[in-house]
């Protein structure tokens, strides 16, 4: 098993590619992610964070550049294999929870498992359930997602996203729509998973509190990375 | 969450009963629409059957008549011609030359049900100081009323035909004031007469066939018509009706006589029913293109109201494979349940209508046949429809760009 979950080389993006209208939004990245790594992800709005998760996501193709997920280029493949690939080394949390609104709590944590096996099966409702345990939400499984509160919704994301154990969870400013209480609970269950799981976290956010509580801090401003180091904690903060 | 049923089967299940509203709208147009193609599809099969019924039971499929006569030109030697104009010469009431071996012939032809030889020409029917010419056509009852279902039709006295008796209509027997067991004077245009006793009255539902059409027996026609030993017709059925004037040009070819199919000589009964069949085509179309319209529609809506639903399932690893077949199976499953309750409503709206809709003195227009047949194609083909209706917003939905489509 490689250790690094996700290499960018040089990527770069641009959009109305061959118009007049062509951008280019990131000017080549470089980027590196080990197992198990907690890592924030910030900068101004417009600056090419979200483009750059899609890129790392797969949901998007890079116009140059290369990008290794576990190993493997994504460059040679289809859009078949990209969507394999994501399902089974990629998780997603998005700001707003983005369930399912026709399906109960544990339905949802199964989705990826269903959409992967095609039926339903026991082994994917037990693991939903341990996976809605983990965030706390096991009484809650047979509940419509719509009755759930903002807090719960996201950790049920939370409890999706892991439903196919990714190697990497990616998070669009997970907490943003949360109010500051429910954001630490929420914040508190990925740095968890983090820690018990070692599945390897990249975090969008504006916060620069919970950024500083993730193990590194990368920077993205005009769609350049201009800081990528290391969070130094106190002991006081680790406490 | 049923353990046997694939993802996208669950999923669109889900969807629909979700969105109960537009499923509940949908399912009604397609119920109203489906329920008016059975009722109609049913009711043209019956009233076509009936019809056919009817023309069948009043008349032979094929009739066997002598050649007509024609001039032959008179001629001192080759190429010298007596006189130039040929008139038409007239057609003198005759019987089918060798008529006996004609009918064995006919008998042992194969798709021939049954033949009978009829001898018919025009009369003077005569009572006090009124009389009123009548068709004369003389039969063997116990072939002809088999072809010609008289006995049906009978509302008085028997289909029995004696030497000197006589079936004569309704409006004939009012119009010379006679009533059953009465004489009448028949005269016919040979000058010979007889007198004869109703044996019969019979009501075929139209009053000119009512006033002029009489029955006798073969042998008083013969005498009457003169015409000793000889017929005007053979009337034969056969097994299929619809191929009765391919059958009436081999017997034509085959024996000389002229054979004259009833398709040839109902020409504009099978005019009205292919116009009718036209139309009925045409509304059914209409009617099954507005459903599969009302099919599309509702389903773009529901793409675009879950286009980030379907970013979402696409991001957690869904293939584009798996939301077309999401979006189909909705279609198809929207067919076949307004289908079964539209088959339901057509089917009432069959039954309340053969119970109120009735000819004036309260008997059935005509029986009501109903074919499970008709049910299960209407079921399939809305099926079909749904899924095919389906067809636009699944690609759509498919194609929708996972990035996009989150953001909304």
Redesign the interface.
Known sequence: MPAEVLRLEDIRKSFNLGTPLETEVLHGIDLMLRRGEFCALIGPSGSGKSTLL?LI?L??RPTAGRLFIEGHDTRALD??AL??L???SIG?V?QYH??????TAA?NV???L???R????DTMRSTAEDLLDRVGLLPWKESRVGNLSGGQQQRVAIA?ALA?NPALVLADEPTGNLDTRSADGVFALMREVNRTHGTAFLIVTHDPRLARRCDRIVEVVDGRIVTNEAVVHSAAEEA | ???????EW??AL??L??GWMQTFFILAGITIGVGVIVFMSALLAGLQSNFLQRVLNAQAQIMLLPPDEVARPLRDGPGIVEDAVVQRPTQRLRSIDQWQAVQTQMATTSGVTMTSPVASGAALALRGEASRSITLTGVEPESYFRIVRLPDSIVAGQARLLNDEIIIGTDLATALGVALGDKLRVTAASGRDATLTVSGLFDLGNRQVNERNTYVALRTAQSLLNLIGGVTSLQLTVQDAYAAETMAQAIQGATGVRADSWIRTNMEFFTAVNAQRTANTVIRLSVGLSVALGIASVLVVSVVQRS??IG?????????G?ILRIFLIQGGVLGLLGSLSGSGLGFAALVLWHRWARQADGSELFPLTIQPDLFLAAMGVATLTGVLAAMAPALRAARLD??VA?RG
């Open positions: 899609n996501g949901l998007d859009d078949a969507t394999r994501r399902g089974h997603f998005f983005h369930l399912i609104g026709a399906f339905e199964m989705m990826p269903l959409l992967d095609g039926h339903p099966d999706r196919m | 969450m049923s353990r046997w049923l694939p993802f669950i999923a889900r969807f009963r979700e980030r639903e979402i399932l696409r991001a957690m690893g869904g293939t584009r798996q996972p990035v989150i």
